[in-house]
């Protein structure tokens, strides 16, 4: 039973564009939430992230929004250039509690020139 | 330098054999941590460690077992090696102690695949 999901597989978006990746989450104990982008080859790095207590958080071009009610949270990148074509996964943890995060599936975005 | 660092990058090996991937941080982190990149890509937690504590989910098989020599270092064993064992191995460290909101940095992977 997957508690993050990341149901879109694959995005592409033209550059100087608005890319929008999306996460929905099951566990309602789950108060933090992460964005980490994987180029191939290499391990996941930190993006940005969000606590529960904010429906809003942003960093440059990178803004993750976060709906409790709906259980959904969305990273966006605006504008979108073609170096953040790379594997981004939502990961979520509850932080009261739990000591682990557990992450979604990715989503391959693709930022054509 | 990098900050997390595996070895080896790529594993081939025959089922039934015991293997080891190595891991070692250089950010003077508290904790290391292994996951498992499955077939549909889910990063899944497989143990979190640091000196005094000891996580382990508990869908990991017996099989698998973390060694840490010292701070810097969290290996992986495997000991008889299954078909479904094959898939990227990540190691990762955070600051702190087992706090899942410290940012985590992760090692470059280790692909294994068992035939």
């Known amino acids: 039973d997957q508690q993050v999901k990341q149901n879109s597989p694959s995005l592409s978006v033209q550059e100087g564009r608005i890319s929008i990746l999306n996460c929905d989450y099951t566990?309602?104990?789950?108060?933090?939430f992460l964005w980490y982008k994987k180029y191939p080859a290499e391990g996941p790095t930190f993006l940005i992230s969000?606590?529960?207590?904010?429906d809003k958080n942003e960093d440059g071009r990178f803004t993750v929004f976060l709906n409790k009610s709906a259980k959904h949270l969305s990273l966006h990148i605006v504008p979108s250039q073609p170096g953040d074509s790379a594997v981004y996964f939502c990961?979520?943890?509850?932080?009261?509690?739990?000591?682990?995060?557990?992450f979604g599936s990715g989503t391959q975005l693709t930022v054509l020139p | 330098d990098t900050a997390v660092s595996q070895t080896p990058k790529y594993l081939v090996t025959q089922m039934g054999n015991d293997k080891s991937i190595k891991c070692e941080q250089n950010l003077g982190h508290d904790t290391m941590y292994w996951y498992k990149q499955d077939s549909k890509k889910f990063l899944k937690i497989m143990f979190s460690y640091n000196n005094k504590e000891l996580i382990i989910n508990e869908t990991v098989p017996n099989r698998f077992s973390p060694k840490s020599p010292d701070k810097a270092h969290l290996n992986l064993h495997i000991n008889s090696l299954e078909l479904g064992d094959s898939a990227v191995y990540f190691c990762?460290?955070?600051?702190?102690?087992?706090?899942?909101?410290?940012?985590?940095?992760f090692g470059p992977g280790t692909r294994l695949t068992v035939l």
């Open positions: 990961a979520a943890t509850d932080s009261g509690s739990a000591r682990q995060l557990t």
């Open positions: 990762a460290s955070s600051q702190r102690l087992l706090t899942a909101t410290d940012t985590q940095y």
């Open positions: 566990n309602s104990m789950f108060d933090y």
């Open positions: 969000i606590s529960s207590i904010k």
